[in-house]
């Protein structure tokens, strides 16, 4: 598929989708689909059928529109004053509205009320600050477009930005708008993307011994890291899920910069869903010509193939997953040197997270410039979060970088529930800290986040109300990186072990004030001394319980240390004699 | 291309090819290390050999970190030095290291580094575990309970005796040295019973049948040897 005949598919989709009155999307993603959406979609349809509506009325299934803690969400947009509603894109006089719990059984009643009033027992705002105050980039089609149909994509402008790089951009010409975006890495650390991509693009394959294997041509690799394993995490997935030719293009595109011609998504096995839709889009993309040999008719040529991880947490650590896709153990190993130079098989790799990719092609489309605008000066664009926990809206959220804590808890949030207080939001998975309530009106950046002990990381944000123990907190995300620790470096093998034992030891009542001395001179040794990022940040947790929350660590001390004091054992620890 | 740094303020040159612990080596300058071994490829895992490099916000370790001109190396500051006897005491915690009845007692690595970085107790609970001793090999045997997983025998059955006989299965803690996939030692097909892999046990988890305390002696230098003689086709001791 060149150019012209994207362009062409683009619009007879557009126009074959401008003749629907109506526009039913059905979340099947798979919180949505646990709750028996796919069966809602089927029903919506017989009953058009019925109906005789069929004609009319298109009913979608779409990736995540973000407010899980409501779904199964569907979206009708329909056509006001007989004008033509082109899903997702702008133009034409369209009215939406949001139907949430959306059981199979309500089928009926939704067709029936199409074009008429909505059903108020289901309707939920859409102007609420959910939805309002967020910022869509990444999802900007997860939601609305069907992920099993590249026409869909295309129609909403998908892969022009790939045709525009290759027709119209030098691979440098490309380093350089995504340097100038200042995209950083979203997998958790924040590397600078276009720092990473020029890396690779200057490496020489040669410069360490390769052992590429045979049929594969590719002498460098771009690595798209869907290993997203932090607890309360789903962010990747639901891109994945709902916009998964977003992630090829970007992939394809990063791949024409940085020189290679072989990719490879390492997506976890858990995400079933995500695996079955990334499978199926590389096929269609493949069928179009926009995957595989001579890219919309040019030289460039890209392949991609999926590799699914067996469970371990590690394996989202680039040197591990590397080793995972080679077909030996996931363990990590020391770096330098650095993926960029000397990663798959020997040769210079890039490895991007989901989200990373996923900003690509609108970068590449509107310009650098304009994703510069978004954020702060030092973190740009905006960033994906799936907000769970404590808070009344629980779900799939994006926003500026910069925005505050208590602009998402509260705002987009919807605070606490149940009439409680705030007490602090985890942020970065088992990897990041607790940020206590005097910290709500920081900016939420790399670096901010990173001056209050916790991390930007892939995006996981637990939200705590005040019934929460922050020990219980701290010893639940130990045991998280203790039995996800892959044992190849001994302060992160012994030490997550002995600081499990430390914690459950606290909640126990049994542990002293030497006991709290050993667990945070532990935390320095395993921070400092372990070989990879699992065990560098496996302490933060602890760290930072234990830095704004001490007073819950000592209450919990052992009878003689609290002069006198009776222990208060906590009613939280399942199994003491565990 | 040699290269000039300073390890503990000591001016030393070092091939552009060398490690830092192989430069520290050669200038005579002991650096700590339990996984490593000359003659087998580094992984850093052990974290024994950490030190502090000028300029870099993380400790490296010597064994996997190659020298740069002008590198000004620490490799015995008083941090340093809490970190590696805490290292020690984590692994002693960790399974059953009892050396008054162990095969290699005097003649084992683990011990070695304890004394030396003066471990007089050990502050962290000792874990027990149960884990079991494989005697099915002819003339061999494997104790789990004294292994520290450093893959010194993983990498010696691998990379000089060719066979792989030996992996790591499970993770974290649970990690465990297993022969083929995880059968008894004595039924595995692939070893050679060459017995490389004793050889280049750190501590009394290998061990020749009949040894007993005190008595197992590891001719790991053997190893060194033998990579060394292969690679210049030169076998005169």
Redesign the interface.
Known sequence: MNLEELNATAASERLAQAKKRHHIRVCVGTACQALNSEQLAKELQAELRRRGQNGDVEVKCVGCPGLCSLGPLVEIESQVNGQAAIAGTEGGQRKSILYQFVKPEDAGEIVAHLGGEPIKRLETPLDQPFFTRQTKIVLEHCGKIDPERIEDYIAVGGYQALMKVLTEMTPQQVIDAITRSGLRGRGGAGFPTGLKWGTVAKADPNAYPTSVPVGIQSRKFVICNGDEGDPGAFMDRSVMEGDPHRILEGMAIAAYAVGANHGFIYVRAEYPLAVKRLRTAIRQAQRAGLLGNNIGGTAFSFNVDIRLGAG?F?CGEETALMASIEGG?GVP??R?PFPAECGLWGCPTLINNVETLANVPPIIMKGADWFASIGTEKSKGTKVFALTGQVAHTGLIEVPMGITLREIVFDIGGGIPGGRQFKAVQTGGPSGGCIPAQFLDMPVDYESLAKVGSIMGSGGMIVMDDSTDMVEVARFFMEFC??????????C??????MH?ILTKIQEGKATRRDIQ?LE??CD?VK????CGLGQSAPNPVISTLRYFRDEYEKKLAADETNGKTPQPSAQVANPSA | MPRTLTINGQEISARSDQTILEAAQDANIRIPTLCHLDGLTD?????MC?VEVAGAS??L?AC???VQEGMQVQTDTERLRA?RR??IE??F??RNHICAVCVANGHCELQNAGIAVGMDHV???Y?FPKLGVDLSHERFGMDHNRC??C?RCVRACDQLEGAHTI??M??????LIVHDMNVPWGEATTCTSCGKCVMACPTGALFKQGSTVAEMVHDAEKLAFLKAARERKVWNV
């Open positions: 371990a590690v153990r190993r020391p330098p203790m039995d996800e620790s892959c044992g190849k470096c001994i302060p093998r012994a030490g997550t072990v002995q034992r050993i001179e532990l040794l400092h001394t372990s070989l | 992984v850093g895992a052990c974290r950490l993380k400790l370790p996997t970190t190659r970190y805490q290292i984590l692994l915690a960790e502050r962290y609970d874990l520290i997983l893959t992996d790591v499970g993770r974290g803690a649970h990690s």
